[in-house]
């Protein structure tokens, strides 16, 4: 089965009216400016996405969308940009509703070229609102190759669930995935780089997939440093954090947006260390932590498998401590507990992916 790259953008009905005429525009005479004459076929291909508010479909596999294209002009309708696009090709194309398809297949005897789909075959033209929403029933699957011209339903629905493996871009810019075709990452090792040049903590997070759009991370710190010195000047930031947490992308696993759900469990001795709304600086604290709250990220990927991610969270932590007279001395203690009610996460990471 080919692999498709499937793309629809603002797929909601956009009306423009006509000063005088109060009519339509369809998405083929909607007038685009390029941003030059000279133009990759992915990023012609999303300029027409944005200003013409159209969907692509096309065969990724069959048709190169790195190939430089030149435009007569800047200015032109989509239709006229589609056709720079396919002229010299053994493509087609054909704009239906809110959406255009490039068609066509190297020619071979089982599939002639612009071979047309017959009522007969169980298949029927398809009509403006059937683009408006995302179709709920799936048809069997099958391995024949359309070369027509024509965008039916059935063909939109094979295209809109892939195939194990396969990646199908969704809702985004054609150039968005040019660099992740095949299956989602499965697998992520990642540091917070934030957390560990502000605490000097070694860190370590492990996150895997558990759907599409989920995942589940799990994160640890370790900061074992405990200086040496005088007793005024014995400073001690030792502690352990063990962070689990849930995750929902809005696009798919380790791509954009995430909301998350996560626990916390900490164990920690800290003197002359103040840290905000928790700790003074005058005392040493020996205890234990947990609590748990929600958080925010987004992912960037800047290379086939390396990826940053920032986020940050908030939530509830109840504490129990013993607290000591001085930074550095075990006289004097006394047993407190604490709620804290703020920020639980702050991060800038820096992640490898596995397939």
């Known amino acids: 089965m080919t692999h498709y790259r499937f793309s629809i953008l603002r797929t909601l009905l956009l009306p423009a009216v006509l000063l005088l005429g109060g009519g339509t525009v369809s998405g083929q005479s909607q007038r685009i400016v390029l941003p030059d004459t000279r133009l990759s076929v992915q990023n012609a ?9 159209i969907g692509v479909v096309y065969n990724s596999r069959l048709f190169d969308g790195t190939r430089t294209v030149e435009f ?12 720079t696009i396919t002229t010299g090709t053994e493509f087609g194309y054909s704009f239906s509703g809110k ?6 297949t190297p020619r071979t005897a089982e599939t002639p070229a612009h071979a047309a789909v017959s009522p007969d075959d169980g298949y029927r033209r398809s009509r403006e609102s ?3 929403r995302r179709p709920s029933r799936r048809p069997e699957r099958s391995s ?12 939109v629905e094979r295209l809109l669930e892939p195939e194990p493996g396969e990646f199908t871009s969704y809702g985004s810019p054609v150039w968005q995935y040019a660099a992740n075709q095949g299956q989602l990452p499965r697998f ?11 605490a000097l903590t070694p860190n370590l997070a492990f996150e895997i997939g558990t759907g599409r759009r989920t ?8 900061n074992p440093w405990n200086r040496s010195g005088s007793l005024a000047k014995n400073k001690k930031l030792v502690h352990m954090i063990l962070k689990p947490e849930f995750r929902w992308w809005l696009c798919e696993r380790f791509n954009g947006h995430f909301f998350g759900v996560h626990g916390i469990y900490a164990r920690y001795n800290i003197g002359t260390h103040r840290i905000p709304l928790l700790f003074k600086k005058e005392y040493r604290y020996d205890g234990w932590a947990a609590g748990g709250g929600i958080s925010y990220g987004y992912h960037w990927a800047f290379a086939k498998r390396w990826g940053l991610e920032a986020g940050v969270g908030v939530g509830v932590v109840h504490l129990k401590y013993d607290r000591y007279d001085c930074a550095a001395c075990n006289r004097n203690s006394q047993k407190y507990t604490k709620t804290y009610v703020g920020p639980t996460d702050a991060s800038v990471s820096l992640i490898f992916l596995f397939k």
């Open 45 to 53: 291909l999303s300029e027409i996405e944005k200003q013409a508010k």
């Open 72 to 83: 007569p002009e800047r200015e032109l309708t989509a239709e006229q940009a589609m056709k």
């Open 99 to 104: 959406m255009v398809a490039i068609t066509g």
């Open 130 to 132: 059937d683009f408006d």
């Open 144 to 155: 024949r190759t359309f070369v027509d011209t024509i965008v039916t339903v059935k063909q």
């Open 188 to 198: 992520a090792i990642k540091t917070n780089l934030l957390y560990g040049a502000v």
């Open 215 to 222: 995942s589940l991370e799990i994160s640890g710190s370790y």
